[in-house]
């Protein structure tokens, strides 16, 4: 079951902050998030597991909702380097299979 | 070392040929995936290796052949190929199947003519 991201796209001057969502009809075990940007591989940015905490370096953090089966990512103060598309992955409680989300653009102006 | 090396980067075959995806990593990573991404959309799973065992093969079409010969190369085997099949082909691996951050490769792009 692909989770579902919001919003679709984003436009920020650099130093503004966002939010992006990622939201899954079932349970959670864990939830992933990548950026890819154009013409390059998906690029780790964090995991959050089910009973684990807040995670975050730097500007970007993120936090995990078990009970609502949500995730959220939080870019403070945004950078033009943070331009890309932005992919939450979710995992279930049983073995199963990471799967993408539809992606969330974000691009950063000067 | 942490990268995951893909070749070739580009790749243009006909229908009719046989041709083959490699993919290394140095990482020790006990998990391998081959996953493909069409423009403008996620990556989409295709194969899980775990422990050089295909652990999860996605449905994928039989022209699509999977291969571990150790513990750091992956191949895929293409052969027979439709146009709707060009796509960039991602490999990636991981510490240990889904439990871990994922290092993707730079990607084949595919083009089947």
């Known amino acids: 079951q692909q989770p579902v991201q919001s919003p679709q796209a984003v436009i920020l001057r650099e130093g503004e902050d966002a939010v992006i969502n990622c939201s899954s009809s079932?349970?959670?075990?864990?939830v992933h998030w990548y950026r890819q940007k154009h013409g390059e591989a998906p690029v780790f940015l964090m995991i959050?597991?089910?009973?684990?905490e807040q995670k975050g370096h730097e500007k970007i953090s993120a936090s995990f909702n078990e009970k609502k089966q949500q995730s959220s990512l939080y870019l403070t103060a945004s950078q033009l380097s943070y331009s890309g598309t932005y992919f939450c992955?979710?995992?279930?409680?049983?073995?199963?299979?990471?799967?993408f989300g539809q992606g969330t653009i974000l691009t950063v102006h000067p | 070392d942490t990268e995951v090396t893909q070749t070739p980067k580009h790749l243009v075959m006909g229908m009719t040929n046989k041709k083959s995806l490699k993919c290394e990593q140095h990482?020790?990573?006990?998990?391998m995936y081959w996953y493909k991404q069409k423009a403008k959309k996620p990556p989409e799973l295709m194969f899980v290796?775990?422990?050089?065992?295909?652990?999860i093969n996605e449905s994928v079409p039989s022209r699509f052949s999977p291969e571990c010969p150790n513990s750091s190369l992956l191949n895929l085997h293409l052969h027979a190929l439709q146009p709707e099949d060009s796509a960039l082909y991602l490999c990636?691996?991981?510490?240990?199947?889904?439990?871990?951050?994922?290092?993707f490769g730079q990607g084949t792009r595919l083009t089947v003519v």
């Open positions: 079932k349970a959670l075990y864990s």
């Open positions: 959050l597991l089910k009973g684990g």
């Open positions: 990482m020790g990573h006990r998990a």
């Open positions: 992955g979710t995992v279930p409680p049983s073995y199963g299979k990471l799967t």
């Open positions: 990636a691996s991981s510490r240990r199947a889904w439990g871990d951050e994922a290092f």
């Open positions: 290796y775990s422990y050089e065992k295909l652990s």
